[in-house]
């Protein structure tokens, strides 16, 4: 069976942007240097963010709890975690053909890289490096890398020049922020951005929103804790009420009419996990109802359907629902990618398909087979 990785994480290499500055950005663009003794991330002399190792998988192999892997730079994590020839045997080893890859120090969505620098001009040339790095490392591995290209949000009619670019270079969907209007741009909610769904349903680019893909989402982790907790339980409860507040882009999609406008539109909920999805789908229903029944009548299907039709989610750790095989079919068992998440906190590593084998081995061998690979291998055409 070919198993398809649907999220995963490549921690960028300290050259990623300089070896690729374009003739007079060679100083301009972010590199690493240490302030203080500690490796950060720079543009310009201003520091933009530590330099981590964007893993929690040491170099033997082992696991750690996030908040001890924070002071890790990546001469410290597993080397697959920034070395593709690593992460393909590690891949080999793990039974998994082909994964979807998001970043790190550029922000989950992309977004770190609005508010790196007022100059357009430069913020450009930094996701065009970025997102040329990611072509090639997707030509390099013949489509056994998926890396999802990020967007300049700031700018509606940038991201659509640039989801063309990528879609020419044969990538095969884009990674947006979920709050552009952080960066200054107008909500998802507002046609603004109807531009960017149609040359996104036209050249069949699936839209890509992953937990805590923006400052909002992140300012919100940092308060969802109580202060007085462990240290350790900080991240449990933050990452934990991440992967709900994707609940949110699915609702505001739906209410928002885009799916009317673009029928063809694809989404992906990325790291959110299934099991809290049918309550929002009854949810969605009930409350606009209740809310808005004169514009829940302008919708040309229910908000659920919306879901069902056009949005995709990732399962990887999930196994107490007691019938997962009726938690998918509620969700939609052609809606359900897997997903592994090496080498983050919550990743499945060393053994992805042993640790939820058993659960697996409970569902029917057609839905396996969908949620393993023939999902993903269809929304990215592999």
């Not at 310009?44 to 964007?54: D, H, K, N, V, W």
């Not at 170099?59 to 990546?74: A, C, L, Q, S, Y």
């Not at 029944?293 to 056009?310: C, G, I, N």
Request: charged fraction near 25%.
């Amino acid at each position: 069976m070919r198993v398809i990785d649907a999220d995963t994480h490549m921690t960028e290499r300290h050259d990623l942007f300089t070896s690729r500055a374009p003739k007079g950005f060679e100083d301009r663009v972010p590199r690493v240097t240490e302030v203080d003794g500690v490796p950060m991330w720079t543009m310009e002399g201003s520091p933009l963010g530590p330099a981590r190792a964007g893993g929690v998988i040491d170099r033997e192999g082992n696991k750690f709890p996030f908040e001890e892997t924070k002071v890790w730079g990546i001469e410290r994590v597993h080397q697959a975690a920034w070395d593709p020839e690593l992460r393909l045997q590690v891949m080999d080893e793990c039974g998994i053909h082909a994964q979807v890859v998001y970043p790190n120090a550029v922000g989950l969505g992309g977004q770190n890289l609005a508010k790196a620098t007022d100059d357009p001009a430069l913020r450009r040339v930094c996701v065009e490096i970025y997102n040329d790095s990611m072509a090639k490392l997707q030509d390099w591995s013949a489509d056994r890398f998926l890396p999802m290209p990020v967007l300049p949000a700031w700018d509606v009619e940038e991201c659509v020049r640039e989801a063309e670019r990528v879609a020419a270079m044969g990538m095969r969907g884009v990674n947006m922020t979920s709050d552009p209007q952080d960066a200054g741009s107008p909500d998802l909610a507002s046609r603004a951005w109807d531009p960017l769904w149609e040359v996104c349903a036209d050249l069949d680019l699936p839209v890509h929103f992953h937990i805590g893909a923006s400052l909002t989402a992140l300012n919100f982790y940092g308060q969802y804790f109580w202060p007085s907790l462990h240290d350790n339980m900080k991240p449990a409860v933050g990452g934990s009420m991440l992967f709900l507040n994707n609940a949110r882009m699915i609702i505001n999609s739906a209410y928002a009419g885009i799916f009317d406008r673009f029928p063809k539109l694809k989404m992906v909920s990325v790291e959110s996990g299934i099991g809290w999805i049918p309550f929002i789908l009854e949810t969605m229903d009930y409350e606009v109802m209740e809310n808005a029944p004169e514009q829940a009548a302008q919708l040309a299907k229910t908000p659920s359907d919306y879901f069902r039709d056009h949005w995709y989610a990732t399962f990887w750790f999930e196994t107490n629902h007691g019938d997962l095989q009726r938690l998918i079919d509620v969700v939609g068992e052609d809606r359900v990618m897997f997903e592994t998440d090496f080498p983050h906190p919550t990743c499945l590593y060393p053994d992805p398909l042993g640790t939820v084998g058993e659960v697996l081995d409970t569902l029917r061998p057609e839905t396996k087979r969908k949620v393993l690979g023939d999902n993903a291998a269809a929304l990215y055409r592999i």
